[in-house]
């Protein structure tokens, strides 16, 4: 093992900047269900060229010998709340380590989320593919002329997402606030900015699909989601994201995490502090088995993680949480390809195809064995180049 590590360790020093990459004797995970016991892929300009059993016909760059690890796509996080603390350098450092190559930030100044996001993109910081969204919206306190200036702000500053807007979830939203919403929808529209509403009962749920809304950033945590509703999901094309993890009990990650008290997302004690709870923790209940419900109803369901401390404790969360109601491959599905279709770019990313963009993770392990082979990233490509090196044993 030391020897293998020392080698590898060897092969991959310093970071890659080229784009042309292979990795070989890699167990690969496509995705898109298939997967290849022993194979290899070559990047060329960024992007998968080929990915087939076996030894390349051709190598490209750089080569990587894999041998005993799996190749996943690169991890996607649609909903995942941005702090820049302690700096941007090293909450996105901690991102890519955790094997995340896309965030869609969960709202906030987008002003910030911009600059860090042209910062990657120039070369100037080493992180994720960051996608800026806006402000949250509490749409009960707002006004229609407030949701079209929100809007407006974002289009001039090249921000394509709302933050999420916020329906009252019991009893449920009133005729106001989808009047703002229907405002929103209107000028998102016009602006090329896509909606995203937070609907945490299926009242909510419900009303913001009829109103058009084609982005949930929540699971229902309220009450049950109906088979019905589910298929209503499928056939508008109303993709929802699962943030199972941010109702669900958290340990070992907060200051005086050592006694053994469970907490919530943001370290309060849990459940009389989860926001807008129902009482005793049901929530965790209601999420998890609505996105059974939601899966099987063949409804988009995609990773939207909604927390804000460390990545890889946070993934550890979701994971653990969503092991309970969801397959190792339903998991994959959701993390790669459900999730790249919510933000539009299943063209991009989301599976290990020819053609899509190489965002690739290697890690020790089977990750269709268990969740806990998902925390053990050793290395981290995005679009071609090695964003994280495995630390030498």
């Known amino acids: 093992m030391l ?65 005993g690890m799996s190749a996943m796509p690169g991890f996607i996080d649609a ?45 100037q910081l080493n992180g994720p593919r960051i996608i800026p969204s806006g402000n949250t919206l509490f749409l009960a306190s707002s006004t229609p002329d ?13 921000v394509r997402y709302t933050g999420e807007m916020l329906l ?31 609907a945490v009962s299926t009242a909510a749920m419900m009303a913001a699909v009829d109103a058009g809304i084609r982005l949930l950033v929540h699971m229902p945590n309220k009450d049950w989601v109906t ?35 469970p907490r ?21 209940g209601y999420a998890g088995v609505n996105q059974r419900t939601v899966l099987d109803g063949n409804a988009v369901l995609g990773i939207g993680m909604d927390t804000t401390y460390e990545p890889r404790e946070g993934l550890a969360v979701e994971l ?14 959701v993390f790669g390809p459900n999730s790249a279709a919510y933000l539009d770019m299943s063209d991009q990313i989301g599976t290990l195809e020819a053609g899509k963009l190489a965002d690739i993770v290697l890690l020790d392990g089977d990750p269709l064995e268990g969740y806990w082979n998902w925390l053990k990233a050793r290395v981290v490509v995005k679009a071609g180049k090695v964003v994280v090196e495995p630390a030498r044993r």
């Open 264 to 284: 919530t997302r943001d370290g309060r004690a849990w459940p009389d502090n989860i926001t807008d709870g129902v009482g005793g923790g049901k929530e965790v």
């Open 320 to 333: 653990r949480s969503l092991d309970g109601v969801l397959s190792m491959r339903d998991i994959v599905q």
């Open 79 to 123: 909903h995942r709340h941005l702090t820049f603390r302690p700096d941007p350098a090293t909450e996105m450092r901690k991102l890519l380590e955790a094997g995340f190559t896309t965030i869609l930030s969960g709202g906030g100044a987008p002003e910030q989320q911009v600059m860090v996001r042209d910062q990657i993109e120039k070369g």
């Open 227 to 261: 088979k019905e509703q589910a298929e209503k999901l499928a056939s508008t094309n109303t993709r929802i994201l699962s943030a199972a993890g941010t109702w669900a009990p958290v340990f070992g990650v907060f200051a005086n995490s050592n006694d053994n008290k």
């Open 146 to 158: 407030a949701a079209r200036n929100e809007i407006r702000k974002l289009a001039q500053l090249g």
């Open 3 to 67: 020897m293998r590590a020392t080698a590898l360790a060897l092969l991959l020093a310093p970071v890659v900047e080229a784009q042309e990459l292979t990795i070989t004797n890699a167990r690969i995970v496509v995705g898109n269900g298939q997967v290849i016991d022993n194979g290899s892929i070559v990047v060329r300009g960024g992007r998968i060229a080929a990915v087939a059993a076996g030894k390349p016909a051709q190598t490209a760059g750089r080569v990587i010998d894999a041998r």
């Open 168 to 198: 009252t979830p019991v009893p449920g939203p009133s005729p106001n606030e989808l009047a703002i919403l229907a405002a929103a929808l209107d000028e998102g529209a016009k602006a090329g900015v896509k909606v995203q509403v937070h």
